[in-house]
């Protein structure tokens, strides 16, 4: 008899995201860059948060994410 054995890891990934574009447009009338993160777009991912951040410093616009961050399926209000 084979036993097989499966350990569930987490595999946390990081995404390099930028708020909808609108929110660069200087006559908008609102910003859409509160909007839940599920409305971000993903530019970049990386395998770690620091690789993350060495590239999100060439935008000031742009946040690192972990993949597993509930914000990304718009189920928390918080940014």
């Keep these: 008899m084979k036993f097989r054995h499966s350990v569930a890891l987490?595999?946390?990934?990081?995404f390099l995201m930028r708020?909808?574009?609108?929110?660069?447009?200087?006559s908008?009338?609102?910003?859409?860059?509160a909007n839940?993160?599920?409305r971000w777009k993903i530019v970049e991912s990386f395998p770690t948060r620091t690789e993350c951040e060495v590239r999100m410093r060439?935008?000031?616009?742009?946040?690192?994410?972990a993949s597993d961050d509930p914000?990304?399926?718009g189920k928390s209000g918080k940014h």
């Design 36 to 38: 839940s993160l599920a």
């Design 71 to 73: 914000r990304l399926n």
């Design 28 to 33: 908008a009338l609102h910003t859409d860059a």
């Design 19 to 26: 708020p909808p574009m609108p929110h660069l447009n200087p």
């Design 58 to 65: 060439e935008s000031r616009w742009n946040v690192c994410v």
């Design 10 to 14: 987490p595999l946390v990934g990081w």
